[in-house]
């Protein structure tokens, strides 16, 4: 089946309206590419000037977004926060067609499941365009489909858009105007779980016989602590706001970035001391490491570059195994050693 017979049998109101975008296949898959450690990913996202922009858009929009706080109870400066670092404010709503992106995908995405992910964001856009009288063919976004200022999906629109004021079709890709995706984004939040009363992050002083398996986000943690230098770094407590904002973005590092953000434009900024001896390694090295764990007798569950449950698991065990504080976080030393290791 070619990728027009998949629009005709899958989605025929995009037949000859969605085109094959090789980019969007590319970007893909070689996602891992391009993730950061905490440290390089803060220092790319607040900088002076985007943090000096923050504060100009509160001002701007104060009455705003204090409305939107009051409706939602999700703060100006998290809603903020979340803005900047989607599109810069609005300045970066991408430069993918919506429309090719989850085609694209739908069709072509690695893995049975990816496809029926991205096919169900392509049925919910026709829904849009059939439902809201939105022209979705002119939309533009990132590469996996998301679109507007603070990147919704098309199912995410379709659940948790809320016009600003409770009025008209939610326009959240108005460049001008702002504040129907400031108002979905804090209706977002609101379901994914905020609480008014709740927080994001808070330093922490380190359990007693903390069980590192155990630490760290994921879409069944609602609270707990996180350890993102391991053993030897700040320890933190989340609660479900902090899960609620791991929901919209599944990435730990979202998380901490959003709270530093948010906590320095409310003048308050928190600041994390980064560890100098315990850097962490690259994806692809996850990935020798993932290999070598499995030549040990560790089960990864395969190798994908990324440190899941398993993985962390399977490292936990190989420290256990060397004397190690078993805290499963992959820096460079613990790599050095299980390199080392002779093979059964």
């Known amino acids: 089946m070619n990728f027009n ?5 899958e989605v025929l109101s995009f037949k000859d309206k969605a085109v094959f975008d090789d980019q969007v296949l590319s970007e893909d898959k070689n996602q891992t590419e391009h993730l950061l450690s905490l440290q390089k990913y803060v220092e790319k996202i607040i900088t002076k000037r985007r943090l000096g922009a923050g504060k100009e858009k509160l001002k701007i929009w104060d ?13 100006p400066e998290v809603i903020t926060a979340i803005w900047g670092i989607e599109t810069n404010f609005g300045e970066i709503l991408g430069k993918y067609r919506v429309i090719d992106s989850l085609a694209t995908l739908a069709f072509a995405a690695k893995g049975e499941r990816r496809r029926a992910l991205f096919k169900s964001e392509l049925l919910a856009l026709e829904t849009i365009k059939h439902t809201k009288g939105i022209e979705v063919e002119s939309l533009l976004g990132s590469w996996a489909g998301a679109s507007g200022h603070t990147q919704f999906m098309p199912t995410t629109y379709l659940k948790f858009s809320a016009p600003f004021g409770g009025k008209n079709v939610p326009n959240i890709w108005n460049k001008e105007n702002p504040l129907d995706a400031l108002s979905s984004t804090a209706c977002y939040l609101k379901n994914l779980g905020w609480s008014r009363e709740g927080f994001i992050l808070k330093k922490a002083t380190k359990p007693k016989n903390l069980n590192y398996l155990k630490t760290g986000m994921n879409l069944t943690r609602e609270k707990g602590f996180t350890a993102p230098f391991g053993h030897s770094g700040t320890h933190f407590k989340f609660d479900k706001n902090a899960s609620a904002i ?44 993932q290999e070598h764990l499995i030549l040990l007798g560790y089960d990864t569950r395969g190798v994908d570059g990324k440190l899941g449950v398993n993985t962390k698991k399977a490292l936990i ?4 195994a060397i004397g190690q504080t078993p805290d499963g976080y992959p820096d460079r030393l613990i790599f050095k050693k299980l390199l080392a290791q002779p093979s059964p």
């Open 5 to 9: 017979e998949f629009l005709e049998k």
């Open 317 to 320: 065990d190989f420290q256990k």
């Open 246 to 289: 791991f929901h919209y973005n599944r990435s730990e590092l979202y998380v901490f970035v959003v709270w530093l953000f948010s906590s320095a434009l409310q003048r308050s900024p928190q600041k994390i001391t980064w560890p100098k001896n315990r850097e962490q390694i690259s994806p692809s090295e996850v990935s020798v490491m």
């Open 63 to 75: 009455k705003q977004l204090k409305k939107i706080q009051k409706d939602w109870g999700v703060p």
